[in-house]
Protein backbone atom coordinates (compact mmCIF):
# COMPACT_ATOMS: atom_id res chain seq x y z
CA UNK A 1 0.00 0.00 0.00
CA UNK A 2 3.05 2.45 1.00
CA UNK A 3 4.67 1.59 -2.52
CA UNK A 4 1.46 2.33 -4.12
CA UNK A 5 0.68 5.35 -2.86
CA UNK A 6 4.13 6.82 -3.12
CA UNK A 7 3.32 5.76 -6.75
CA UNK A 8 0.25 7.38 -7.10
CA UNK A 9 1.66 10.93 -5.79
CA UNK A 10 5.21 10.61 -7.94
CA UNK A 11 2.35 10.14 -10.87
CA UNK A 12 0.21 12.99 -10.27
CA UNK A 13 3.31 15.24 -9.93
CA UNK A 14 4.14 13.95 -13.14
CA UNK A 15 1.14 14.82 -14.71
CA UNK A 16 0.97 18.11 -13.30
CA UNK A 17 4.37 19.42 -14.54
CA UNK A 18 3.82 18.14 -17.73
CA UNK A 19 0.43 20.06 -18.13
CA UNK A 20 2.35 23.05 -16.67
CA UNK A 21 4.90 22.62 -19.21
CA UNK A 22 2.44 22.57 -21.84
CA UNK A 23 0.79 25.61 -21.00
CA UNK A 24 4.04 27.40 -20.93
CA UNK A 25 5.35 25.98 -24.06
CA UNK A 26 4.63 28.84 -26.47
CA UNK A 27 5.86 31.84 -24.16
CA UNK A 28 9.31 29.74 -23.97
CA UNK A 29 11.06 30.51 -26.64
CA UNK A 30 10.46 34.61 -25.90
CA UNK A 31 11.76 33.92 -22.11
CA UNK A 32 14.73 32.53 -23.62
CA UNK A 33 15.47 35.53 -25.98
CA UNK A 34 14.91 37.78 -23.05
CA UNK A 35 16.84 35.81 -20.61
CA UNK A 36 20.00 35.35 -23.02
CA UNK A 37 20.06 38.71 -23.50
CA UNK A 38 19.82 39.58 -19.82
CA UNK A 39 22.22 37.25 -19.27
CA UNK A 40 25.01 37.72 -21.76
CA UNK A 41 25.12 34.08 -23.02
CA UNK A 42 22.34 31.53 -24.64
CA UNK A 43 23.14 28.48 -22.87
CA UNK A 44 23.07 30.94 -18.75
CA UNK A 45 19.52 32.46 -20.72
CA UNK A 46 18.62 28.36 -20.83
CA UNK A 47 19.36 28.17 -17.05
CA UNK A 48 17.33 31.76 -15.99
CA UNK A 49 14.73 30.12 -18.02
CA UNK A 50 14.48 26.95 -16.38
CA UNK A 51 14.72 28.86 -12.83
CA UNK A 52 11.98 30.91 -13.57
CA UNK A 53 9.84 28.65 -14.70
CA UNK A 54 10.15 25.69 -12.00
CA UNK A 55 9.98 29.06 -9.47
CA UNK A 56 6.31 29.94 -11.32
CA UNK A 57 5.60 26.15 -10.97
CA UNK A 58 6.46 26.67 -7.39
CA UNK A 59 4.04 29.68 -6.70
CA UNK A 60 1.19 28.48 -8.46
CA UNK A 61 0.70 26.51 -4.96
CA UNK A 62 -0.14 29.67 -3.42
CA UNK A 63 -2.38 31.27 -6.28
CA UNK A 64 -6.27 31.38 -6.17
CA UNK A 65 -6.43 32.03 -9.81
CA UNK A 66 -3.89 32.09 -13.00
CA UNK A 67 -2.84 35.77 -13.29
CA UNK A 68 -2.25 36.34 -17.39
CA UNK A 69 0.56 34.05 -18.18
CA UNK A 70 2.96 36.14 -20.09
CA UNK A 71 3.29 38.86 -18.11
CA UNK A 72 3.39 36.76 -14.95
CA UNK A 73 6.16 34.89 -16.83
CA UNK A 74 8.06 37.81 -18.11
CA UNK A 75 7.84 39.56 -14.41
CA UNK A 76 9.87 36.31 -12.81
CA UNK A 77 11.91 35.57 -15.63
CA UNK A 78 13.21 39.16 -15.33
CA UNK A 79 13.85 38.50 -11.43
CA UNK A 80 15.51 35.80 -11.76
CA UNK A 81 17.72 37.06 -14.76
CA UNK A 82 18.64 39.99 -12.25
CA UNK A 83 19.38 37.23 -9.37
CA UNK A 84 21.45 35.30 -11.70
CA UNK A 85 23.43 38.84 -12.35
CA UNK A 86 23.99 39.14 -9.35
CA UNK A 87 24.87 36.07 -8.06
CA UNK A 88 27.63 36.15 -11.05
CA UNK A 89 29.03 39.05 -8.84
CA UNK A 90 28.93 41.16 -12.47
CA UNK A 91 29.58 45.14 -11.86
CA UNK A 92 26.22 47.09 -12.03
CA UNK A 93 26.95 50.08 -14.00
CA UNK A 94 23.03 51.51 -12.77
CA UNK A 95 21.29 49.79 -10.27
CA UNK A 96 17.51 49.23 -11.92
CA UNK A 97 15.87 51.22 -10.04
CA UNK A 98 18.11 54.29 -11.16
CA UNK A 99 15.72 54.84 -14.51
CA UNK A 100 13.24 56.91 -12.25
CA UNK A 101 15.87 59.51 -11.35
CA UNK A 102 16.10 59.94 -15.21
CA UNK A 103 14.52 63.01 -16.40
CA UNK A 104 12.56 61.48 -19.92
CA UNK A 105 12.76 63.95 -23.19
CA UNK A 106 9.44 63.89 -24.50
CA UNK A 107 10.86 64.32 -27.99
CA UNK A 108 11.94 60.62 -27.77
CA UNK A 109 10.82 58.20 -29.92
CA UNK A 110 9.64 54.76 -28.46
CA UNK A 111 8.65 53.69 -31.87
CA UNK A 112 12.38 53.46 -33.85
CA UNK A 113 13.39 51.13 -36.60
CA UNK A 114 16.73 51.37 -36.41
CA UNK A 115 16.92 50.76 -33.16
CA UNK A 116 15.13 47.53 -33.30
CA UNK A 117 17.21 46.48 -36.16
CA UNK A 118 20.35 47.52 -33.80
CA UNK A 119 18.92 45.30 -30.88
CA UNK A 120 17.89 41.92 -33.36
CA UNK A 121 21.55 41.89 -34.81
CA UNK A 122 23.86 42.45 -31.99
CA UNK A 123 25.03 39.88 -30.35
CA UNK A 124 23.52 38.47 -27.32
CA UNK A 125 26.72 38.83 -25.31
CA UNK A 126 26.92 42.53 -26.39
CA UNK A 127 23.74 43.36 -24.16
CA UNK A 128 26.01 43.00 -21.01
CA UNK A 129 27.52 46.38 -21.84
CA UNK A 130 24.09 47.81 -20.87
CA UNK A 131 22.93 49.01 -17.48
CA UNK A 132 20.26 46.52 -16.54
CA UNK A 133 17.41 49.02 -16.25
CA UNK A 134 18.36 49.58 -20.05
CA UNK A 135 19.19 46.20 -21.09
CA UNK A 136 15.58 44.96 -19.81
CA UNK A 137 13.77 48.21 -21.70
CA UNK A 138 15.55 47.82 -25.29
CA UNK A 139 15.04 43.84 -25.30
CA UNK A 140 11.41 44.00 -24.00
CA UNK A 141 10.68 46.90 -26.50
CA UNK A 142 13.06 46.69 -29.99
CA UNK A 143 13.30 42.36 -29.88
CA UNK A 144 9.75 41.19 -28.51
CA UNK A 145 8.26 44.44 -29.33
CA UNK A 146 6.55 44.43 -25.94
CA UNK A 147 4.15 48.41 -25.58
CA UNK A 148 6.05 51.18 -23.40
CA UNK A 149 2.69 50.56 -20.85
CA UNK A 150 3.69 46.57 -20.86
CA UNK A 151 7.21 47.14 -19.93
CA UNK A 152 6.56 50.00 -17.42
CA UNK A 153 4.27 47.15 -15.91
CA UNK A 154 6.39 44.31 -15.83
CA UNK A 155 9.63 46.64 -14.54
CA UNK A 156 7.10 48.13 -12.17
CA UNK A 157 8.55 51.57 -13.73
CA UNK A 158 7.21 54.93 -15.00
CA UNK A 159 6.19 55.11 -18.82
CA UNK A 160 8.99 58.73 -18.80
CA UNK A 161 11.13 56.55 -16.92
CA UNK A 162 10.94 53.79 -19.25
CA UNK A 163 11.63 56.07 -21.94
CA UNK A 164 14.57 57.60 -20.68
CA UNK A 165 16.45 54.49 -20.07
CA UNK A 166 15.23 53.26 -23.65
CA UNK A 167 16.43 56.11 -25.07
CA UNK A 168 19.81 55.78 -23.12
CA UNK A 169 19.96 51.72 -23.99
CA UNK A 170 19.41 52.54 -27.84
CA UNK A 171 22.11 55.05 -27.81
CA UNK A 172 24.59 52.74 -26.42
CA UNK A 173 23.52 50.00 -28.33
CA UNK A 174 23.79 51.70 -31.62
CA UNK A 175 27.00 53.40 -30.45
CA UNK A 176 28.29 49.23 -30.02
CA UNK A 177 26.87 48.63 -33.62
CA UNK A 178 29.19 51.37 -35.04
CA UNK A 179 32.34 50.40 -33.22
CA UNK A 180 34.48 47.84 -34.96
CA UNK A 181 33.75 44.52 -33.59
CA UNK A 182 36.68 43.17 -31.10
CA UNK A 183 39.61 41.26 -32.63
CA UNK A 184 38.67 37.82 -32.30
CA UNK A 185 40.61 35.72 -30.59
CA UNK A 186 42.06 32.74 -32.63
CA UNK A 187 39.72 29.77 -31.70
CA UNK A 188 41.06 26.57 -30.77
CA UNK A 189 39.59 22.96 -29.22
CA UNK A 190 40.65 20.54 -27.04
CA UNK A 191 41.46 17.23 -29.22
CA UNK A 192 39.57 15.33 -26.30
CA UNK A 193 36.16 17.05 -27.76
CA UNK A 194 37.38 16.46 -31.40
CA UNK A 195 37.91 13.10 -30.61
CA UNK A 196 34.48 12.58 -28.87
CA UNK A 197 32.76 14.50 -32.19
CA UNK A 198 34.44 12.12 -34.38
CA UNK A 199 33.79 8.92 -32.79
CA UNK A 200 29.94 10.37 -32.45
CA UNK A 201 30.32 10.91 -36.05
CA UNK A 202 31.29 7.53 -37.06
CA UNK A 203 28.45 5.89 -34.40
CA UNK A 204 31.57 4.07 -32.51
CA UNK A 205 29.37 3.81 -29.32
CA UNK A 206 31.89 1.77 -27.74
CA UNK A 207 34.78 4.46 -28.41
CA UNK A 208 32.44 6.92 -26.61
CA UNK A 209 31.59 4.87 -23.92
CA UNK A 210 35.24 4.37 -23.09
CA UNK A 211 35.68 8.03 -23.18
CA UNK A 212 33.18 8.68 -20.17
CA UNK A 213 33.95 8.92 -16.66
CA UNK A 214 32.18 5.71 -14.40
CA UNK A 215 29.69 8.14 -13.11
CA UNK A 216 29.21 10.75 -16.34
CA UNK A 217 26.47 13.16 -16.12
CA UNK A 218 23.52 13.37 -18.42
CA UNK A 219 21.35 16.96 -18.99
CA UNK A 220 18.90 16.03 -21.62
CA UNK A 221 17.61 19.83 -21.63
CA UNK A 222 13.84 19.57 -20.76
CA UNK A 223 13.27 15.99 -20.45
CA UNK A 224 15.79 13.79 -17.87
CA UNK A 225 18.92 14.18 -15.84
CA UNK A 226 20.63 10.78 -15.29
CA UNK A 227 23.95 9.48 -14.44
CA UNK A 228 26.13 6.44 -14.60
CA UNK A 229 24.99 3.29 -15.97
CA UNK A 230 21.73 4.80 -17.80
CA UNK A 231 23.38 7.55 -19.77
CA UNK A 232 23.56 3.95 -21.81
CA UNK A 233 20.47 4.81 -23.60
CA UNK A 234 21.18 8.32 -24.34
CA UNK A 235 23.64 6.66 -26.93
CA UNK A 236 21.05 4.29 -28.15
CA UNK A 237 18.69 6.78 -28.90
CA UNK A 238 21.02 8.62 -31.27
CA UNK A 239 21.99 5.39 -32.99
CA UNK A 240 18.21 5.47 -34.22
CA UNK A 241 18.82 8.47 -35.64
CA UNK A 242 19.86 9.73 -38.63
CA UNK A 243 19.83 13.58 -39.01
CA UNK A 244 22.45 14.14 -37.14
CA UNK A 245 26.67 15.32 -37.14
CA UNK A 246 28.51 17.15 -34.58
CA UNK A 247 30.92 20.32 -35.57
CA UNK A 248 33.19 21.18 -32.68
CA UNK A 249 33.09 24.92 -32.10
CA UNK A 250 33.13 27.80 -29.18
CA UNK A 251 30.20 29.73 -28.13
CA UNK A 252 29.84 32.42 -25.35
CA UNK A 253 33.59 31.37 -24.67
CA UNK A 254 33.35 27.90 -24.15
CA UNK A 255 33.44 24.60 -26.02
CA UNK A 256 30.77 23.01 -28.07
CA UNK A 257 29.89 20.97 -30.34
CA UNK A 258 26.96 22.06 -32.87
CA UNK A 259 24.91 19.66 -34.68
CA UNK A 260 24.04 20.07 -37.60
CA UNK A 261 20.70 18.05 -38.54
CA UNK A 262 21.08 18.00 -42.07
CA UNK A 263 24.52 17.83 -44.13
CA UNK A 264 22.70 21.05 -46.43
CA UNK A 265 22.16 23.05 -43.35
CA UNK A 266 23.85 26.65 -43.04
CA UNK A 267 23.43 26.83 -39.22
CA UNK A 268 23.32 24.35 -36.54
CA UNK A 269 19.89 23.54 -34.96
CA UNK A 270 21.42 22.86 -31.56
CA UNK A 271 24.47 21.72 -29.85
CA UNK A 272 25.67 19.89 -26.81
CA UNK A 273 28.43 20.87 -23.88
CA UNK A 274 30.75 18.61 -22.77
CA UNK A 275 32.36 18.86 -19.18
CA UNK A 276 36.01 17.34 -19.83
CA UNK A 277 38.47 15.99 -16.80
CA UNK A 278 41.77 15.45 -18.90
CA UNK A 279 40.34 12.98 -21.72
CA UNK A 280 37.49 11.97 -20.43
CA UNK A 281 33.97 13.25 -20.30
CA UNK A 282 32.21 14.24 -16.99
CA UNK A 283 29.31 15.78 -17.80
CA UNK A 284 26.99 15.95 -21.13
CA UNK A 285 24.32 18.46 -21.64
CA UNK A 286 22.60 18.37 -24.96
CA UNK A 287 19.80 20.97 -25.77
CA UNK A 288 17.91 19.19 -28.69
CA UNK A 289 14.56 19.59 -27.46
CA UNK A 290 15.14 23.07 -27.04
CA UNK A 291 16.10 24.00 -30.69
CA UNK A 292 15.03 27.79 -30.23
CA UNK A 293 18.02 28.14 -28.22
CA UNK A 294 20.15 28.09 -31.74
CA UNK A 295 18.30 30.81 -32.80
CA UNK A 296 20.79 33.49 -30.87
CA UNK A 297 23.44 31.45 -30.68
CA UNK A 298 27.12 32.96 -32.88
CA UNK A 299 28.96 29.78 -32.70
CA UNK A 300 32.52 30.20 -34.02
CA UNK A 301 34.10 26.83 -35.93
CA UNK A 302 37.62 26.47 -35.36
CA UNK A 303 40.06 24.85 -38.11
CA UNK A 304 42.56 23.32 -35.60
CA UNK A 305 43.02 21.62 -32.49
CA UNK A 306 44.57 22.98 -29.20
CA UNK A 307 48.14 20.74 -29.05
CA UNK A 308 48.38 18.53 -25.54
Not at 17 to 39: G, I, S
Request: charged share 25%; net charge negative; hydrophobic share 45%.
Amino acid sequence: MHSSANDEILSGLHESRTRFLVLVAEVRPELHRYCARMAGSVADGEDVVQDALARAYYDLADLKELPPLRPWLFKIAHNRAIDFLRGRQRRMNEPLDAAMDIAADMALEPDNALAREDAVRTAVSRFLELAPAQRSCVILKDVLEYSLEEIAALLELTVPAIKAALHRGRTRLHELSLAAPPAAPKRVVSPTLVRYAELFNARDWDGVRNMLVADVKLDLVTRYKVAGQPVQTYFANYDGTHDWRFVPGWLDGREVLAVFRNFGDVRPGYFVMLDLLGDCVAAIRDFRYVPYIARDATIEFAERTAVE
